[in-house]
């Protein structure tokens, strides 16, 4: 089993940038996709982003295309997430998963216990 253990998050001004990190052991992470989701309070977790095992190929919702970038190094078994221009409502728990498959967003079933990242007004 992947273990995940997300990094980066915090509190940051509207328009501003935060760079997650999302460290994985136990197995090498390039066997796998990775993704990033966010839940904020009092809603369904939701897909931000996914990249396939070589990197070759990036999804992201529509609600971060443009502002987010998600990239990995497989040599450093690590996944990012770039945001920038970040807004309040980007402000929500952010998760790192894995999966056997890039999309769709409902084959994740590997988690890593989260991030906060709150954008403030």
């Known amino acids: 089993q992947l273990q995940l253990v997300e990094s980066g998050g915090g509190l940051v001004q509207a328009g501003g940038s935060l760079r997650l990190s999302c460290a994985a052991s136990?197995?090498?992470?390039?066997?796998?996709?990775m993704g990033w989701f966010r839940q904020a309070p009092g809603q369904a977790r939701e897909f931000v982003a996914a990249?396939?095992?070589?990197?070759?190929?990036?999804y992201y919702a529509d609600s971060v295309k443009g502002r987010c970038t998600i990239s990995r190094d497989n040599a450093k078994n690590t996944v990012y997430l770039q945001m920038n221009s970040l807004e309040p409502e980007d402000t929500a728990v952010y998760y790192c998963?894995?999966?056997?498959?890039?999309?769709?967003?409902?084959?994740?079933?590997?988690w890593g216990q989260g991030t906060q990242v709150t954008v403030s007004s």
């Open positions: 998963a894995s999966a056997r498959a890039t999309m769709p967003p409902r084959l994740y079933d590997n």
């Open positions: 136990g197995r090498t992470v390039s066997s796998y996709a």
């Open positions: 990249i396939s095992w070589s990197g070759g190929s990036t």
